[in-house]
């Protein structure tokens, strides 16, 4: 499908999930397709006639084993040149974050925005977010 003879954006979202001025992040395994070996927000992309918070709410069952409920606007979008990522700051959720995914992750940890300096990030503005999203 194509808007005026370009590729429409890849729709992806995602979760900050804060917790003691920390925020859980993923690092993508090396064999991803897209950032391999990458610390990243949990989330993904959002299905055909899939509405972005019920994605948000699946990705972040299947990623990470919580429940999640996703009211309101976004907290941002990021756009890249291929996508559009919306993210929710997530500060209540059901069950403990775990690694539910390992074909797509190896790690997960809490870090705060300070924290992230010498980290291989998916994209270089997830500090900058993330310090917005915990208030620093």
Not at 33 to 49: E, K, Q
């Amino acid at each position: 499908m194509s808007d005026a003879g370009t590729a429409l954006p890849h729709h992806v979202v995602a979760g900050v999930l804060r917790r003691g001025g920390r925020v859980l992040l993923a690092h993508r395994t090396p064999d991803r397709r897209w950032y391999p070996g990458a610390w990243d927000l949990p989330g993904g992309h959002v299905g055909a006639g899939e509405q972005p918070g019920s994605a948000l709410r699946r990705e972040l069952r299947e990623e990470l084993g919580v429940e999640v409920d996703v009211v309101g606007e976004p907290f941002a979008s990021v756009r890249g040149r291929d996508f559009r990522m919306d993210v929710w700051v997530v500060d209540r959720w059901a069950g403990e974050p775990t690694n539910c995914a390992p074909d797509e992750h190896d790690a997960l940890a809490w870090l705060s925005p300070d924290e992230l300096g010498g980290l291989v990030l998916a994209d270089p503005r997830l500090p900058e977010l993330l310090r917005a999203a915990v208030g620093h």
